[in-house]
């Protein structure tokens, strides 16, 4: 079996920063790309980050970039993200999402195209106030 659990969500003011994690079991870790994903209230969902099996490459959706950053821990079988100068927009449920595609992705391009992010964590609540 897969699993995903989300942790670190929380209520954060404007500017602030958050750190998410997502705990991986059932698959060998360092062989699948990985996202994480959000979805704000009365909006469809949006990939927000993704990162390669082996770290080397990464995507970011335009509206995180230089503010979030993904990374992982293939030892600990762990991705996470850090959020900082978060803003009311980045209010949203967050999941990581594993890509079972098999493939060895190596570009950004291809890390925000996939739609073979086949398993998904519950997600954590991320609430960014004034």
């Given at each position: 079996?897969?699993?995903?659990?989300?942790?670190?969500?929380?209520?954060?003011?404007?500017?602030?920063?958050?750190?998410?994690?997502?705990?991986?079991?059932?698959?060998?870790?360092?062989?699948?790309?990985?996202?994480?994903?959000?979805?704000?209230?009365?909006?469809?969902?949006?990939?927000?980050?993704?990162?390669?099996?082996?770290?080397?490459?990464?995507?970011?959706?335009d509206?995180?970039?230089?503010?979030?950053?993904?990374?992982r821990d293939?030892?600990?079988?762990?991705?996470?993200?850090?959020?900082?100068?978060?803003?009311?927009?980045?209010?949203?449920?967050?999941?990581?999402?594993?890509?079972?595609?098999?493939?060895?992705?190596?570009?950004?391009?291809?890390?925000?195209?996939?739609?073979?992010?086949?398993?998904?964590?519950?997600?954590?609540?991320?609430?960014?106030?004034?």
């Amino acid at each position: 079996q897969v699993h995903l659990v989300e942790s670190g969500g929380g209520l954060v003011q404007v500017g602030g920063s958050l750190s998410l994690s997502c705990a991986v079991s059932g698959r060998t870790f360092s062989e699948h790309s990985m996202a994480w994903f959000r979805r704000a209230p009365g909006k469809d969902r949006d990939i927000v980050a993704a990162i390669n099996w082996r770290g080397t490459s990464t995507y970011y959706a335009d509206s995180v970039k230089g503010r979030f950053t993904i990374s992982r821990d293939n030892a600990r079988e762990t991705v996470s993200l850090q959020m900082n100068s978060l803003k009311p927009e980045d209010t949203a449920v967050y999941y990581c999402a594993l890509d079972d595609s098999g493939l060895k992705i190596t570009t950004p391009q291809a890390l925000g195209i996939m739609r073979s992010y086949d398993y998904w964590g519950q997600g954590t609540q991320v609430t960014v106030s004034s």
